[in-house]
């Protein structure tokens, strides 16, 4: 409108030139005519006139916009073509000396002169307004009017000038957009709806294959129906992550995704992603390496989930394509201050590389390196997209360096805030500074990564490439005066291994009370499953937790000071490193029977029911089920129960109506925990269920873990110590 308003008054603004042009020509003639002398000059006055007359006509009539001036009584002096058309006259002529109450009805004509009398009495000069008439076939028709007074010399108002254009066809194009904008909004809710609708059909299946086979893998089986399980299995977990990509690029599509914004510890996380590609790691044969410097900022703000989903994207990818060698996380602080800190996440492979020529198409969705990248390897070719737009949502960029053949690096920033109030970092048990500490491993990459977490600790060491060199160096320390307290040794090495390394080092008088922590993969447990733990103080799972290094290195050099000459209790070690295979693959299901906790699980899947149970039970739990929300009403009427596993959809009632119904009544309802557990993972169903009173929320397909932290967080008086806590 302030558009087509500057072009009226424009097009108002010529026109009015020319007019005061005419006038000043008139008075000249006037003047010349009545001094009755230089015939010449006023034959050329007159000539001009006639001229700059017939320019002005010439003018008006064939601006496309309507143009008009009004003496005091609304009557025309002046229209043009343009407007004698709109009128459904022949000429401009016919309006002239008459007024709108001529040709329009009286009601529309007396609303005409209202506004063009606050026109004129107007101080504000332009005035400009949207209006409809209608057009001799009776149609409406939208006009956008500028008008102004008309004033003589002295600044008195004779009447006002108009000027009009037809808009018609702007408003029909501003409804048209307005109705598309309605249906692309209709379209995105109703894609939001599937999305939401599509995560519940396919998650609840899932559930059921995943859940139950993890509980039939629990089960005594013969090795090839355990290898039949675990295909089952794998192929659901790929299954799942195909499900929840497209989910993922379906939302932020959608323009539906929302981000997060709470504290969290950026090394745990990135140390979760660690252990959870450490075993596909070790069945590659490759080193899965996390290098956090001890001086990075660790509790920050910001959406942990997202960042966890692109590390694994990333990481997940190296993993994949790496054959051998190692993939590197590394994380770095560019930038620092008071408030915020520029964080970088950069990893690191060994692996095949990608051409030149298909970096600036990787990040595409459905985009792999070539054709038979696919075949060889699965995937979707969706990680990097997501990853990309998931970065980029989060204000941060995301860049990608590789060479074919030789590896690759991808790295993001991100701008987060600092966490003013930390956790404080616990203290170790025992002083472990200026300990001499060797460290042993083939990789350089690992022994620069523990040399970091060793140095922050106060601890001296040195590090060598192989066993027979580190025995050399132990050798020559003790003569030296000075020896190593401790050996962190890793297990595979070429020439002397791990396991051959503690035993020399135990079989020699002179060494035998140095400290020997061993470090190996998940992948090599059946490996070295006979190996006596007599030569081993403890052992440590790669990739190996910051706190769990520090933890081990606490607890074993406390041991040796407390009893140096005694024998350690059968409980205190593992007899075998397949007995701490077991350990790590397979946790301790915590018996809460001397913490006695009663739970419900409202379920009307019978599949998931059956998932649920099991689960529960392995954690030493007594599960009722209820098969819809009515029943876990009636229920938790009649027992007291401390958790209720609620699932949303289901029918007679839901768990959204259940939850609230169990709010509202009176008594130890009030108390119960209530935990959403549905396939919907969105974030509006998060705080549907948080609305109708539950306490916590798990996704479908549950995990045993997922199962036992939502426990620990909604009964954690209950919990034995040092089990869900």
Not at 172 to 182: C, D, G, I
Not at 269 to 276: A, I, K, Q
Not at 395 to 417: C, D, K, N, W
Not at 709 to 723: D, I, Q, W
Request: proline share 4%; charged share 25%.
């Amino acid at each position: 409108m302030i558009a087509l308003g500057a072009g009226v008054c424009l097009s108002l603004g010529w026109v009015w030139s020319l007019r005061r042009r005419v006038r000043a020509l008139r008075a000249e003639l006037l003047e010349l005519h009545g001094e009755r002398k230089n015939p010449e000059e006023r034959t050329r006055l007159e000539q001009s006139l006639m001229h700059e007359r017939s320019l002005l006509q010439t003018l008006i009539n064939n601006v496309p916009d309507y143009i008009y001036v009004k003496d005091l009584q609304h009557r025309f002096l002046v229209a043009n073509a343009a407007l004698a058309k709109r009128m459904g006259k022949g000429s401009a002529g016919e309006l002239l000396g008459k007024s709108d109450f001529d040709f329009y009805p009286e009601k529309e004509a007396e609303k005409y002169a209202r506004e063009e009398n606050e026109v004129m009495g107007s101080e504000h000069g332009v005035v400009n307004r949207e209006e409809t008439t209608l057009g001799p076939d009776g149609d409406t028709i939208w006009h956008l009017t500028t008008e102004v007074p008309f004033r003589d010399a002295d600044g008195n108002v004779l009447g006002l000038v108009g000027i009009g254009r037809n808009i018609t066809e702007r408003r029909a194009a501003q409804a048209a957009l307005v109705e598309a904008k309605e249906l692309a909004e209709a379209a995105n809710r109703a894609k939001s709806d599937f999305l939401a609708n599509m995560s519940h059909e396919i998650r609840t299946p899932l559930n059921g294959v995943i859940g139950m086979t993890g509980v039939l893998l629990d089960t005594e089986m013969t090795a090839e129906q355990r290898d039949y399980a675990e295909t089952i299995r794998q192929s659901g977990d790929i299954l799942l992550t195909v499900i929840n990509d497209i989910l993922d690029f379906s939302k932020i599509e959608a323009g539906r995704l929302t981000l997060e914004s709470s504290t969290f510890d950026l090394r745990l996380v990135l140390e979760e992603v660690s252990e959870m590609l450490a075993t596909k790691a070790a069945s590659n044969g490759i080193d899965l390496i996390l290098q956090y410097p001890p001086g990075a900022p660790r509790y920050l703000i910001g959406d942990a989930g997202r960042i966890r989903q692109v590390v694994t994207n990333l990481a997940g990818n190296a993993v994949k394509f790496t054959a051998s060698g190692h993939v590197l996380i590394v994380v770095a602080c560019d930038s620092q201050d008071e408030f915020n800190a520029q964080m970088r996440i950069s990893v690191h492979d060994t692996g095949i590389g990608i051409p030149a020529e298909r970096i600036e198409s990787l990040f595409e969705k459905f985009t792999q390196v070539d054709s038979s990248t696919t075949r060889r390897y699965g995937g979707t070719g969706l990680g990097l997209a997501i990853s990309k737009q998931l970065v980029e949502l989060m204000g941060g960029a995301i860049q990608v360096e590789s060479r074919l053949g030789e590896g690759s690096t991808f790295r993001f920033t991100l701008s987060l805030p600092i966490d003013k109030l930390p956790p404080p970092s616990p203290a170790p048990a025992i002083d472990l500074a200026g300990l001499r500490v060797l460290i042993v491993d083939d990789n350089e990459v690992n022994r620069r990564v523990v040399h970091e977490q060793i140095s922050s600790w106060g601890m001296c060491n040195g590090s060598y490439a192989s066993g027979r060199e580190a025995l050399g160096a132990i050798r020559e320390a003790i003569a030296g005066g000075d020896p190593y307290q401790i050996v962190l040794t890793d297990y595979q090495m070429p020439e002397i291994d791990g396991a051959t390394l503690a035993s020399e080092i135990k079989g020699d008088a002179a060494t035998k009370d140095t400290v020997v922590i061993m470090l190996t993969s998940v992948g090599q447990w059946q490996e070295v499953s006979g190996l006596k733990c007599e030569s081993v103080d403890a052992f440590l799972v790669k990739p190996v937790r910051h706190s769990q290094l520090l933890n081990t290195l606490c607890s074993a050099w406390s041991k040796k000071l407390e009893s140096a000459q005694a024998v350690p209790a059968e409980s205190d070690y593992p007899r075998s490193i397949a007995a701490l295979h077991s350990a790590a693959n397979h946790p301790k299901e915590y018996s809460l029977g001397d913490c006695p906790i009663r739970v419900l699980v409202a379920e009307d899947n019978a599949v998931n029911q059956k998932v649920a149970r099991r689960m529960l039970e392995r954690l030493g739990i007594r599960v009722d089920v209820a098969a819809n929300g009515r029943e876990a009403i009636q229920m938790a009427d009649d027992l007291s129960y401390d958790v209720i596993f609620m699932d949303c959809q289901m029918p007679e009632m839901n768990g959204y109506e259940a939850s609230t119904e169990i709010r509202r009544r009176s008594g130890v309802n009030q108390r119960v925990a209530i935990i959403a557990m549905t396939a919907d993972a969105s974030v509006a169903c998060r705080e549907r269920c948080i609305a109708a009173g539950m306490n916590d929320f798990v996704s479908k397909p549950v995990k045993l873990d997922d199962l036992r932290t939502a426990l620990a967080r909604a009964v954690p008086s209950k919990a034995p110590s040092g089990t869900l806590a």
